[in-house]
């Protein structure tokens, strides 16, 4: 199985020495193979790739750009592939200056039709990872960028449109926004916007429960 992650910094893992989500998945699949299996059985029978293709500061425009040529390399026909889209945070961001979000919302909502409609030419199993929340007290504004400004009300927005979109098509959405904001999120925020390890933990907890130990 090949598990293909794109996204943003979030899907990156800023700030987790771990790697974040995606790496503390890896690192969950590849303690399964080993504790499994051995030798040539481990290669032929158990094996795993995941990858991490999250750049920090993309957006869906920017992901839609990259997503076919770098899938391409990484994709076999001949293995089971997921294909997890992390996506939209960054969008949702407004400019105080240019009274304008990043990406406008039907803009948003295009790119990520695109997307769906690029990755599902490779596989059926296509999911889409939602939104986090932040801590406003650090990104209203943006305290290393003090024209920009993350609230959850925007984030909120774009986050909709994903799972608007997963319904109608019947993809898989796994809701993070909605299941973080029932926790003490600020605990789990490192910079405000970024999760800390702990934060890390509950996304990739989130992420294993609902897409893959079903399914095991």
């Not at 995606?22 to 995941?50: C, H, I, M, P």
């Not at 076999?76 to 997921?82: A, K, M, R, V």
């Not at 609230?151 to 973080?180: L, T």
């Amino acid at each position: 199985m090949t598990i293909i992650c794109f996204g943003d910094s979030i899907t990156y893992g800023n700030w987790d020495p771990k790697g974040g989500w995606v790496g503390r998945l890896r690192d969950y699949l590849d303690s399964k193979s080993l504790s499994a299996y051995s030798g040539e059985d481990l290669f032929s029978t158990y094996y795993n790739l995941t990858y991490n293709l999250g750049i920090p500061g993309d957006t869906s425009s920017g992901l839609l750009e990259r997503f076919e040529t770098e899938l391409i390399p990484r994709y076999n026909p001949d293995e089971e592939t997921i294909i997890l889209f992390a996506i939209g945070i960054n969008d949702s961001r407004f400019w105080k200056k240019a009274n304008e979000f990043e990406t406008e919302l039907g803009i948003f909502q295009q790119n990520i039709w695109d997307l769906w409609e690029i990755a599902v030419k490779y596989s059926k199993d296509v999911a889409f990872i939602g939104l986090t929340p932040v801590d406003e007290e650090r990104t209203d504004p943006l305290f290393w960028e003090t024209d920009a400004v993350y609230k959850n009300e925007y984030i909120q927005k774009y986050d909709a449109i994903i799972k608007e979109f997963c319904e109608s098509r019947q993809v898989p959405f796994i809701d993070i926004f909605g299941k973080m904001k029932n926790m003490d999120s600020k605990s789990l925020m490192e910079d405000g916007i970024h999760p800390n390890q702990e934060g890390y933990k509950v996304i990739e907890e989130i992420i294993r429960t609902d897409l893959l130990e079903g399914n095991e």
